[in-house]
């Protein structure tokens, strides 16, 4: 029975030894060897005494380290939290000190520009180095060589009374205000995602799954649990230019490829020559809206694959696909809800809307994730009773109220409207303004600021940052320069606005909604 994660790749290994688990640049790892990693690293973690619960951060590119590490985290009962290797040091110590992370798994570089960020009572007992020992000795953090560790720690045992229900993964996603918050997951949110994500792309063991989005967002994630729940081979690659993936398509005759829209529209502006194409099985799209020409330029490129139209949640970890016997009649069209998992859309009183009608899309069953790590408040806005579900001789079940406007068709086909929230998302990336705003003031240049996203057909969203000199003869290239030097580049504006000062509301809150129309006229 899969009551944890790390039972996907052992049942995997039982049956499938020495099939192709897992290739990063030109090595392959088998299942079983995949499986022996990553009991290795759960020898580690239990040596250091890490317990049922804890979590353990892994700040890496895409590496075979990370997949072990997840499993091997999974194995000894603790909780992983990917983190997105493109962050600043700043983002990386938050995210370690809000959920208090025990352990960080990270390369000898990454550790170097992050240590001095963080502060001595965050509860980072560990660090364990995949690439040497490299780091100087801390007053307050052990440095390990994982290798050297590896090879020395004993085998784990078996953590006794865990449940499906039990937490797996905290995945830090950004809100319209504040810091990025933890989404927590259990071993279930994760497994029967795998599960019902795979049922609706038919993947087998057959399959070549190309990796290219990050291991820290909900997508990326599922495509490595989504293979390894029916054996299938997934190929890490750390994208760099679009002219390598045709070129690893072919190598290794990729079935399986997911990518956010502006990634694929950088695709199809490449050549794609017949042995990068003939092996490919389907395409799918997720974190966004896919450009109707671009859905065309792909369909012609790839005749005889299968396009997904996804859409996801990550408080839900997937939501919704449209059947690729659909395309052609709603190509606009999200779809509906996912196996083992049902979407409303309701009205604020929870009543459903009709067809036609304008609401909000509720999602529940099995996928919907715990709550939001450490923040009660917030999530009992998201994480409410399911509508319809309510009695009084039962607990209530929670379902994700997801803040985006939907409707649905005659036939309950679900067409995306937009957020009821600020949220920014651009590049396939959900941006914080909150979060650029701090930088911009930060900077000691303004005295007001205010970041928004822009409709873009490439991007989803253009970032605009808005702002008020402190002083006279403000110089944006200066503060440009600031915002790419403490922002990722994802988050980094594609223009900054200079006026005198910005519109506000009667009670005293800038005005985002004139200052988008004022921008967008």
């Known amino acids: 029975m899969r009551s944890s994660i790390h039972h996907l790749l052992e049942e995997q290994a039982g049956s499938t030894a020495d099939a192709p688990a897992l290739t990063f640049k030109t090595t392959t790892h088998d299942y079983a060897g995949v499986w022996r990693e990553s ?56 995210i370690l000190g809000d959920c208090a992370v025990s352990v960080l798994v990270t390369t000898t570089q990454r550790w170097e520009g992050l240590r001095h960020h963080l ?26 060589d994982l290798r050297d560790v590896c090879a020395v720690a004993p085998e784990p045992t078996q953590v006794e009374g865990v449940v499906d229900l039990d937490l797996a993964a905290i995945l830090y996603t950004s809100g319209s205000t504040g810091r990025p918050k933890g989404v927590v997951l259990s071993h279930r949110n994760l497994i029967v995602g795998a599960e019902s994500v795979s049922s609706y792309l038919g993947n087998t063991a057959d399959d070549v799954i190309l990796s290219l989005l990050p291991l820290s967002f909900d997508a990326g994630l599922s495509q490595v649990t989504t293979a390894f729940a029916v054996g299938a081979h997934v190929v890490l690659v750390n994208y760099l230019v679009p002219t390598d993936v045709p070129r690893l398509c072919a ?41 109707r020409s ?48 049902e979407v409303l859309v309701v009205r604020p009183d929870g ?16 996928l919907v994730a715990l709550g939001y790590w450490g923040d009660a408040a917030r999530s009992a806005e998201r994480f409410k009773p399911a509508p319809g579900t309510v009695d009084d001789w039962r607990a209530p079940e929670a379902a994700v109220w997801s803040g985006d406007r ?64 402190l002083a006279d003869g403000l110089e ?18 594609a223009d900054v606005v200079v006026r005198s000062e910005l519109p506000r509301s009667p009670n005293g809150k800038f005005d985002r909604v004139l200052l988008r129309k004022e921008l967008e006229s």
């Open 406 to 469: 939907v409707v649905t068709d005659d036939d309950g086909f679900l067409y995306f409207v937009g957020r009821s929230d600020e949220m920014i998302k651009s590049s396939g990336y959900r941006v914080s303004p909150t979060e650029i705003e701090e930088v911009a003031y930060s900077s000691g240049l303004v005295s007001d600021a205010v970041a928004l996203g822009l409709p873009d057909e490439q991007l989803g969203h253009r970032i605009v940052l808005v702002v008020s000199p």
């Open 351 to 366: 009543t459903r809307c009709a067809p036609g009608e304008e609401g909000e899309l509720v999602h529940r069953g099995p």
């Open 251 to 291: 190598r290794h005759r990729v079935t399986g490829l997911t990518c956010v829209p502006p990634l694929w529209i950088q695709l199809t502006s490449v050549a794609w020559p017949q042995e990068a194409t003939e092996s490919l099985r389907y395409f799918a799209n997720t974190g966004g809206r896919m450009p």
């Open 119 to 144: 502060a001595e009572d965050d509860g980072l007992r560990h660090v364990l180095l995949v690439d040497g020992d490299g780091g100087e000795p801390t007053p307050h953090v052990a440095v390990h």
């Open 476 to 493: 944006t290239d200066e503060l440009s320069r600031v915002l790419r030097r403490d922002l990722p580049l994802f988050m980094v504006p």
């Open 39 to 94: 009991r290795r690293v759960a020898g580690v973690l239990e040596h250091l005494g890490i317990a049922r619960g804890e979590r353990v951060a892994l700040f890496l590119d895409k590496r075979p380290e990370f997949v072990f590490a997840m499993f091997g985290v999974s194995v000894v009962g603790a909780v992983f939290v990917p983190v997105n290797p493109v962050l600043k040091a700043p983002q990386v110590a938050y």
């Open 294 to 341: 671009t859905l065309d330029k792909l369909r012609a490129l790839f005749p005889q694959a299968a396009p997904y139209l996804m859409y996801g949640l990550t408080e839900a970890f997937r939501s919704t696909y449209l059947d690729p016997g659909e395309v052609d009649r709603r190509p606009d069209s999200i779809g509906k809800a996912i196996p083992n998992a």
